[in-house]
Every structure is written in C-alpha cells, then in structure tokens.
C-alpha cells in the first residue's frame, strides 16, 4: 500500500503564492509520475500538472505560466508551486502518483485526501 500526504493548502488572496506538497510512503520501487488534479464545487475534476520520473512536466493550459510542478525524487515528494492565484484557482486540490510496487510490478493510482486552496478576490 501507498499513501500520499498533501500539504500546504490555505486561503490566499487574489495575486498571491502557495506551495503544495505531497509525500509519497509505503511500498515503493518507483514512481512513474506524480502530479495534481483539482475539483472546484460543481465541476468535475481535472488535471493540473504532472511530472514524469524523467523530469517530463504537463500542465493544464488554465494554469501555464503560473505553476510549477517539481519532484524531488530522493524523497518521493512532489511540489505545486502555485503564483499569481486567481479566484478560478479555488479548489480542492488532489495529489496522485502512478507507483510500483516491485521491479516488476505493474503501475498502480493513488491519491491524497485532498487539500483546499482559496482565493479571495
């Protein structure tokens, strides 16, 4: 088993900067991808960044310029970097990682619990 633990979620205003974290714990040979989803109320949930093991980074086109997704793969943690927020912005914002378990193992999804970020106008 896996578990991810997000944290540094807050209220922040319009304009302003918030880093999110997830820690990655359990059983782990590697972890393909990890990244963040988000899901405002009334909508469905959608991609925001992902980062590769191999340092190959995606993002949703709402949020290019402004974020940043970095890992630091020695700690199984990946980091939102999160500038110029919006109030579109708001959001439950949802870690996840594709991870196996041993060498051979097959790729497996896990997700956080979810961290709110806010942005007041």
């Known amino acids: 088993q896996v578990q991810l633990a997000e944290s540094g979620g807050g209220l922040v205003q319009f304009g302003g900067s918030l880093r999110l974290s997830c820690a990655a714990s359990?059983?782990?040979?590697?972890?393909?991808?990890m990244g963040w989803h988000r899901q405002a109320p009334g909508n469905p949930r959608e991609l925001v960044a992902t980062?590769?093991?191999?340092?190959?980074?995606n993002y949703a086109e709402s949020v290019k310029g402004r974020f940043t997704i970095s890992r630091d793969n020695a700690k199984n943690t990946v980091y939102l970097q999160m500038n110029s927020l919006k109030p579109e912005d708001t959001a439950v914002y949802y870690c996840?990682?594709?991870?196996?378990?041993?060498?051979?193992?097959?790729?497996?999804?896990?997700w956080g619990q979810g961290t709110q970020v806010t942005v007041s106008s």
């Open positions: 359990g059983t782990i040979f590697s972890i393909n991808y």
């Open positions: 996840y990682a594709g991870v196996t378990g041993t060498r051979f193992g097959p790729v497996r999804s896990y």
């Open positions: 980062a590769t093991s191999g340092g190959i980074t």
